[in-house]
């Protein structure tokens, strides 16, 4: 395992609290992820169902994971199914996970080989009256290909047409928005990580040197920290690339003269960190760049103090675009008059700021919970303002991982350079 296992401890809490929400008689049934194909007999790496991996620790495919309470018999209380190896699985595959050692990792006693669920479910579903089903409802999902889940619901469904089906993703939703200290303590280690990453860049990018020079610096230094690679798909983006806010293409050459904005963020133990920062190719912002940077990190700043327990996320938002209002009246790009004018419902700082100030965070970069839940100390949250300005071709984005406390909250990302003072001297010291 490149990383370190977690504590069996979080996913016996973490099963804890799921069957606290479960009402009585309910049997809930997680699936594992696809091997995606691609073309010929071609895949994509395996990710586990992040789900079943918060429940469970397992991190491998074909895998499933039953949890019922009130089953008569305490061996069918929690199961998890795995795969069973074989001589010709080891030698083509690569080593799975023993019932022992699925046991140490999940603190679950009750290990099944996969192909004994279709013999133990009738009995499940024979005491159930609740059935509980996974499914990605994340707000931004677009899910255009069939799912383990979606098969599986389609065939139990299919089975048992007369049980009372229930959602099990809203109390996921509820439960994984605030993280135990494992979780915190497994996410400081991806931003340290990326913290790492960040640092190597400031003392290897110059003019000249490609985008894609840049994301293979970034891999190379979350790989051999043990993270299993980027939590998502790296944003290297210099001079007019940077307006385009999900740029992946990555095949620029940098320019002297230009600013580039980076968005990445180590996966470790499944759980993702999320960084942004913008830094000048040859070094030195230009003042106009300065400027802009300056304005950017100040609607940053103020957006932390509003980041609290106890706050909302439309009146968050509401407050961080009255402050970018300002900075971007300053910066001569919107006029005051017109400001105090504008449609409420069209702010015109979308003109140069059209995405949110922050999403949370965890076992997804973009990770689940409700989105206007009352903040609570134990949520991590992004906070990630830009300026964008096309005709100038230039783009700045900032962005740190902010733990909510019950005294305000911390910057996960506090030793990472942020101040434009603070990047030009490591630059200029490279």
Request: charged letters at 20%; hydrophobic letters at 40%; proline letters at 3%.
């Given at each position: 395992m490149r990383y370190t296992p977690l504590a069996p401890e979080l996913f016996v809490e973490n099963r804890r609290r799921f069957r606290e929400q479960l009402p009585p008689a309910s049997l809930a049934i997680f699936q594992s992820n696809d091997i995606m194909p691609t073309n010929a007999d071609g895949t994509l790496a395996f990710r586990q169902n992040n789900d079943l991996f918060y429940l469970s620790g397992v991190d491998q495919e074909e895998s499933i994971l039953v949890i019922f309470p009130d089953a008569r018999l305490p061996q069918h209380r929690e199961i998890l199914f795995l795969k069973e190896t074989s001589e010709h699985i080891l030698i083509w595959e690569g080593y799975k996970l023993t019932k022992d050692e699925a046991r140490t990792n999940s603190g679950i006693r009750s290990i099944m080989w996969l192909d004994s669920f279709k013999t133990v479910l009738p009995a499940l579903m024979n005491e159930a009256e609740n059935v509980y089903l996974n499914s990605n409802e994340h707000i931004r999902a677009v899910v255009e290909v069939e799912t383990r889940d979606a098969r599986f619901i389609k065939a139990l469904q299919s089975q048992y047409p007369l049980h009372t089906y229930r959602r099990a993703a809203p109390l996921l939703h509820r439960q994984r928005a605030i993280k135990s200290p494992e979780e915190i303590r497994v996410m400081r280690e991806a931003c340290n990580i990326t913290e790492k990453a960040f640092r190597r860049l400031l003392g290897f990018v110059k003019p000249g040197v490609w985008e894609f020079e840049i994301e293979a610096e970034i891999v190379h230094e979350f790989m051999r920290n043990r993270s299993r690679g980027p939590a998502y798909g790296s944003i290297?983006?210099?001079?007019?690339?940077?307006?385009?806010?999900?740029?992946?293409?990555?095949?620029?050459?940098?320019?002297?003269?230009?600013?580039?904005?980076?968005?990445?963020g180590a996966e470790y133990a499944n759980y993702a960190a999320d960084l942004s920062r913008s830094i000048p190719v040859n070094g030195k912002f230009t003042a106009r760049q300065r400027q802009v940077y300056d304005s950017?990190?100040?609607?940053?700043?103020?957006?932390?103090?509003?980041?609290?327990?106890?706050?909302?996320?439309?009146?968050?938002?509401?407050?961080?675009?009255?402050?970018?209002?300002?900075?971007?009246?300053?910066?001569?790009?919107?006029?005051?008059?017109?400001?105090?004018?504008?449609?409420?419902?069209?702010?015109?700082?979308?003109?140069?700021?059209?995405?949110?100030?922050?999403?949370?965070?965890?076992?997804?970069?973009?990770?689940?919970?409700?989105?206007?839940r009352t903040f609570e100390a134990g949520m991590v949250y992004t906070v990630e303002p830009g300026i964008y300005i096309p005709e100038e071709g230039l783009g700045i984005r900032l962005e740190n991982d902010i733990l909510l406390t019950p005294n305000g909250n911390e910057d996960l990302m506090a030793n990472i350079p942020l101040q434009a003072d603070a990047i030009e001297d490591l630059m200029g010291k490279a």
């Open positions: 290297v983006a210099s001079g007019k690339n940077a307006c385009v806010l999900h740029y992946t293409t990555n095949d620029n050459q940098c320019q002297d003269g230009d600013v580039i904005l980076l968005d990445f950017v990190l100040a609607v940053m700043t103020f957006a932390k103090t509003r980041l609290v327990p106890g706050g909302e996320i439309e009146a968050y938002h509401q407050a961080v675009g009255e402050c970018m209002e300002q900075e971007l009246i300053k910066l001569d790009l919107l006029n005051a008059s017109d400001v105090k004018n504008q449609d409420p419902a069209a702010p015109l700082y979308k003109k140069y700021f059209m995405h949110g100030t922050s999403h949370y965070l965890g076992l997804d970069v973009h990770d689940v919970g409700y989105k206007y």
